[in-house]
């Protein structure tokens, strides 16, 4: 993440926690805790060939609340990519690359909150909200930068949907081809790391909704949020 951040005073209510928010003494999340030791996962630990080995009819009880699933995955040494998918076995509604580094996400969950915004300065109302293109994006309440909606996932991307298809939430390492010839290279930027979890949606208008973790652990309080918000 870029050492210049600009706060905006619009946002900063919105992302940063209130005096009245606290975290359960459990610390939130599983899931989101296990993310925050990513950077200490070898490439040896593919936890995605755990979650991801259900039989037929566990997988399909995984996947049948047909609640909204968000990806956050990216090379431990390159950007994090986000995806928003309302059905795993389909493309991405929405996928966008993030202008922050692995290494920085990893350090802002370190806080034990995150709440991501994505503001659109779209003037037209022709397009559905998640179909907007150009992006600014804050981290807790600081600018990170601009980004550009992909229409299309790269190969890699699709790759990374496809290898999680059956995975409902979790965090870990992926495999990649270049495992297969070098397990300990892990390719030019390193390991693929992702987070898969499981999330409300809430829409607020036609300009604004949110996404919410559901935490696995029953706490009340989400750890990790998401905002969508376009600029009238």
């Known amino acids: 993440m870029p ?7 619009g946002l900063v209510s919105l992302l940063r926690p209130s005096s009245g928010e606290k975290r ?7 899931i989101f805790r296990m993310f925050k030791l990513l950077p200490a996962l070898s490439s040896g630990c593919k936890m995605v060939a755990l979650l991801g080995r259900h039989g037929k009819s566990s997988s399909s009880s995984l996947l049948a609340d047909h609640a909204t699933t968000v990806t956050l995955f990216g090379h431990r040494r390159g950007r ?15 996928l966008i690359e993030l202008p922050m580094q692995t290494a920085a996400l990893n350090k802002e969950m370190a806080s034990g909150l995150l ?18 293109y150009v ?15 992909r229409k299309h996932p ?27 010839e070098d397990p300990a290279a892990g390719g030019i930027d390193g390991d693929m790391t992702y987070m898969r979890a499981r999330f409300e949606r809430v829409v607020g208008s036609k300009d604004s909704e949110a996404l919410y973790i559901i935490n696995p652990d029953d706490s009340d309080e989400p750890e990790l949020s998401i905002f969508l918000v376009r600029v009238k």
């Open 80 to 94: 994090v990519s986000l995806a928003i998918q309302e059905d795993t076995r389909s493309p991405p509604v929405f």
């Open 3 to 9: 050492s210049s951040l600009v706060e905006t005073p």
């Open 24 to 30: 359960s003494k459990g610390g939130g999340g599983k």
């Open 154 to 180: 790269s190969d890699e991307e699709r790759q990374v949907m496809q290898l999680l298809r059956g995975v409902s939430m979790g965090a870990g390492v992926l495999p990649s081809a270049s495992d297969k």
């Open 115 to 132: 709440k991501l915004a994505l503001e659109s300065e779209t003037r037209t109302h022709r397009k559905k909200l998640v179909e907007e």
């Open 135 to 149: 992006w600014a994006v804050y981290c807790n309440g600081r600018k990170c930068g601009y980004s550009i909606r």
